[in-house]
């Protein structure tokens, strides 16, 4: 299947600062690409939606000041997390569809926020 | 809201079939059904999708009742490796598909030697 690379893998901040995590699609073009959240022992839970070179959609409930996305490119989108807290604190998931095919998913990144 | 029913978990031996259910009752004639897995710590794998027929590949088996009410994920031998939780979702295609996938709560598999 298309390959989606998340960077970083693991992250560790402290109180207040930001982070940005990068979804890339390596060998395909994603019209669209989507950001999860998924607290341990959860299920994933669907933050917002990417389009490039559009603004995102974002689900309710999900602060889109606080989550900043940037989808500059067909093969990059970027999940900024603002000013994070400890609540942050969770596996973030990106996946990315090319027009109506399976979406494929990146290998997440654990935010630690102390 | 997930639109699919799971059963929280289940136990196959090595080697054994594992035969995972999905109710999915309230299907509309537009959408699929999709199996993602989660091994721990990583980001879902697509296994398989179906409209109406069995579809298999090289990972597994997709067996779709005649109604689409309900479908079964079968892993022919399943190994340790297979251990991980197996998701069961809906999507519609052609135009009303927006690429979202809704996860529910899944099915978490434990492969036993």
């Known amino acids: 299947g298309a390959v989606v690379s998340q960077h970083p893998s693991w992250v560790i901040c402290k109180s207040g600062t930001s982070v940005k995590i990068e979804c890339r699609s390596l060998d395909f073009q994603a019209t669209t690409m989507f950001w999860y959240r998924q607290f341990p022992k959860q299920s994933l839970m669907l933050m917002a939606t990417?389009?490039?070179?559009?603004?995102?959609?974002?689900e309710q409930g999900v602060e889109k000041d606080k989550f900043l996305i940037n989808h500059a490119s067909l093969t990059l989108s970027t999940l900024t997390v603002t000013s994070a807290h400890p609540e942050d604190s969770s596996f973030y998931i990106c996946?990315?569809?090319?027009?109506?095919?399976?979406?494929?998913f990146g290998q997440g990144t654990r935010l630690t926020v102390v | 809201d997930a639109k699919t029913t799971q059963p929280t978990s289940m136990d196959c031996a090595e080697g054994r079939a594992a035969n995972l259910p999905c109710n999915h009752s309230?299907?509309?004639?537009?959408?699929?059904v999709y199996w993602y897995r989660q091994i721990h710590s990583q980001g879902p794998q697509y296994i398989i999708h179906g409209l109406k027929n069995n579809e298999t590949n090289e990972m597994a088996s997709l067996i779709i009742t005649e109604d689409r009410k309900s479908s079964t994920l079968i892993l022919p031998h399943a190994t340790l490796r297979d251990t991980a939780v197996y998701y069961c979702?809906?999507?519609?295609?052609?135009?009303?598909?927006?690429?979202?996938?809704?996860f529910g709560q899944g099915t978490t598999l434990q492969v036993k030697p």
């Open positions: 990417s389009n490039e070179g559009s603004k995102a959609t974002y």
């Open positions: 309230t299907i509309s004639g537009n959408e699929y």
């Open positions: 996946s990315a569809i090319q027009g109506n095919t399976e979406a494929f």
């Open positions: 979702i809906v999507r519609p295609y052609g135009s009303s598909n927006t690429g979202k996938l809704i």
